[in-house]
């Protein structure tokens, strides 16, 4: 972890998010207790802060000072407003291409994603605030950097901003293998998200149930799946292909 994008000690954390900090994930000690550290918990719960609980010898080689039982990670970028994003797309003219990441955990994995989205020309990566991978010093560095490009969002929930870009007249289109439809027959030349799921589990069975249409890629080989940040790269590439294929 960079030191620089780093707070240890509990009441640093809590004056850290009451001061508006953009906080991407805290790391608590697991059997750590106390009034201190129930008030944290408020304040992380109250302002919908993604965490999770360790051990503390994963706190003790993030940091070598007393950290009380209490990491947290400040994320090097400031995350946007999803209504104030998709606005601004609509109002420039230009055809959306949003990308959805429903709970992507791994950081490299993440910031591979960031990179293809930037070539590809992704308006908005949408992430949901709890359970998704943070943004920290490895999603900067395999995202080559293209983390400060691409505008990304942090909602409470990834079916409330399904609903959002319905509504604002944006198909929604799922990566996933349960379904018939190839990536291949379904179009991407319309205002649209593209929805990639977990690499354990894809995409949450309660939002495969609201998008617009679902679509797989073609497999060949005796391996049932895609690493996920191929997966997507083959998906926004063939946007790419269907809207560019006149020039």
Same mark, same amino acid.
């Given at each position: 972890? =960079?030191?620089?994008?780093?707070?240890?000690?509990?009441?640093?954390?809590?004056?850290?998010?009451?001061?508006?900090?953009?906080?991407?994930?805290?790391?608590?000690?697991?059997?750590?207790?106390?009034?201190?550290?129930?008030?944290?918990?408020? #304040?992380?719960?109250?302002?919908?802060?993604?965490?999770?609980?360790?051990?503390?010898?994963?706190?003790?080689?993030?940091? !070598?000072?007393?950290?009380?039982?209490?990491?947290?990670?400040?994320?090097?970028?400031?995350?946007?407003?999803?209504?104030?994003?998709?606005?601004?797309?609509?109002?420039?003219?230009?055809?959306?291409?949003?990308?959805?990441?429903?709970?992507?955990?791994?950081? $490299?994995?993440?910031?591979?994603?960031? $990179?293809?989205?930037?070539?590809?020309?992704?308006?908005?990566?949408?992430?949901?605030?709890?359970?998704?991978? !943070?943004?920290?010093?490895?999603?900067?560095?395999?995202?080559?950097?293209?983390?400060?490009?691409? !505008?990304?969002?942090?909602? =409470?929930?990834?079916?409330?901003?399904?609903?959002?870009?319905?509504?604002?007249?944006?198909?929604?289109?799922?990566? #996933?293998?349960?379904?018939?439809?190839?990536?291949? #027959?379904? /179009?991407?030349?319309?205002?649209?998200?593209?929805?990639?799921? /977990?690499?354990? $589990?894809?995409?949450?069975?309660?939002?495969?149930?609201?998008?617009?249409?679902?679509?797989?890629? !073609?497999?060949?080989? #005796?391996?049932?799946?895609?690493?996920?940040?191929?997966?997507?790269?083959?998906?926004?590439?063939?946007?790419?292909?269907? $809207?560019?294929? =006149?020039?």
């Amino acid at each position: 972890m =960079d030191k620089e994008n780093q707070i240890f000690g509990i009441r640093a954390i809590i004056e850290a998010v009451n001061a508006g900090k953009e906080i991407d994930k805290v790391f608590l000690q697991s059997d750590a207790h106390g009034e201190l550290m129930t008030e944290l918990l408020k #304040t992380l719960k109250k302002n919908s802060v993604n965490f999770s609980y360790v051990p503390a010898e994963k706190l003790n080689r993030l940091t !070598p000072n007393n950290h009380q039982g209490a990491v947290a990670t400040i994320a090097p970028i400031r995350f946007v407003k999803l209504e104030t994003l998709v606005d601004s797309v609509i109002e420039s003219g230009k055809t959306p291409l949003f990308l959805i990441l429903d709970q992507l955990s791994d950081a $490299r994995n993440f910031g591979a994603i960031i $990179r293809t989205a930037e070539c590809t020309g992704v308006d908005g990566i949408i992430v949901q605030k709890t359970g998704s991978a !943070p943004v920290n010093g490895d999603t900067v560095k395999t995202s080559a950097g293209a983390v400060f490009n691409v !505008p990304i969002c942090k909602v =409470d929930h990834i079916k409330d901003a399904i609903f959002y870009l319905q509504g604002s007249g944006i198909k929604t289109v799922a990566a #996933t293998e349960k379904t018939e439809d190839s990536l291949y #027959t379904t /179009s991407l030349k319309e205002p649209v998200a593209i929805i990639m799921g /977990s690499e354990d $589990r894809g995409i949450n069975p309660s939002v495969l149930k609201i998008v617009d249409e679902k679509a797989k890629l !073609p497999l060949f080989g #005796t391996i049932g799946s895609l690493n996920v940040s191929v997966a997507c790269g083959a998906f926004l590439y063939e946007a790419v292909r269907q $809207r560019h294929a =006149d020039e």
